[in-house]
């Protein structure tokens, strides 16, 4: 309470915001920022962790969704980058779990990493991309290396099956086709050479074919050789 003047005949309160400690005093002071009073306080008290005020505040207000302050702040914080705040009057911001990022300041939640993209650790501002040879989904924290028989999409967001003739190994970008003299293994991993007496004449095919009778080949042949004469093949 306080009395401006001289012959009063009572004492007025202070109003919220301000306050008085001693006895007889002539004025009120101000509440400063970070602390509130409400009617007739002798002191300020000051605003607690998820809240703030500015200077002569007769209560706190709670910090915005992603937004935060300590005790007795006279404002709040925005989060930074890798961390969000979902409630408002939040005391700190959370870390973006693993496959999310913050990419920017005052966010009231994480975006999910693109197909293509993953993060392996918490509180980042950013996805990495998937290595060559591998791919994810949304959201992910790792990436898959696509397996034998299949390679990567162009985005990075799914592994592809080889198409008939074709292979790929684990890893792979893209699938190879099997040229002449050669063929598609069943798993399509690898591309396998003829053996000798067996051919295979274009590109892209998932079995070798014998020789006739009275031709051979050798290993790897896009074609069979006729016996000569006075020969015979066996």
Not at 16 to 27: M, N, Q
Not at 56 to 72: D, H, L
Not at 81 to 108: Q, R
Not at 198 to 207: C, H, M, Q
Request: proline share 3%.
């Amino acid at each position: 309470y306080y009395a401006s003047g001289t012959g009063s005949v009572s004492c007025n309160a202070c109003v919220g915001g301000k306050y008085s400690e001693a006895s007889g005093s002539r004025s009120c002071s101000v509440c400063a920022a970070g602390k509130s009073s409400k009617i007739a306080s002798p002191k300020c008290s000051p605003c607690s962790a998820g809240s703030y005020s500015n200077e002569g505040q007769s209560s706190c207000s709670s910090c915005v969704a992603g937004r935060y302050s300590g005790p007795e702040a006279p404002s709040c914080t925005a989060c930074e980058k890798g961390k969000y705040l979902g409630t408002s009057g939040g005391a700190s911001c959370d870390a973006c779990p693993k496959g999310h990022y913050g990419a920017s300041e005052n966010l009231v939640k994480c975006s999910a990493c693109s197909a293509g993209r993953y993060q392996s650790n918490t509180g980042k501002a950013a996805c990495d991309e998937c290595a060559d040879g591998s791919a994810s989904n949304k959201g992910a924290n790792a990436c898959t290396v696509c397996p034998a028989g299949r390679h990567m999409s162009a985005d990075k967001s799914t592994c592809i099956k080889c198409k008939t003739g074709h292979a790929a190994m684990d890893g792979s970008v893209t699938c190879s086709i099997c040229e002449a003299g050669k063929y598609v293994a069943k798993d399509q991993s690898i591309c396998v050479t003829c053996p000798a007496g067996k051919f295979t004449n274009v590109d892209g095919l998932t079995e070798c074919s014998e020789c006739a009778a009275g031709y051979y080949s050798a290993a790897g042949a896009k074609s069979c050789t006729k016996c000569a004469v006075g020969k015979f093949a066996v």
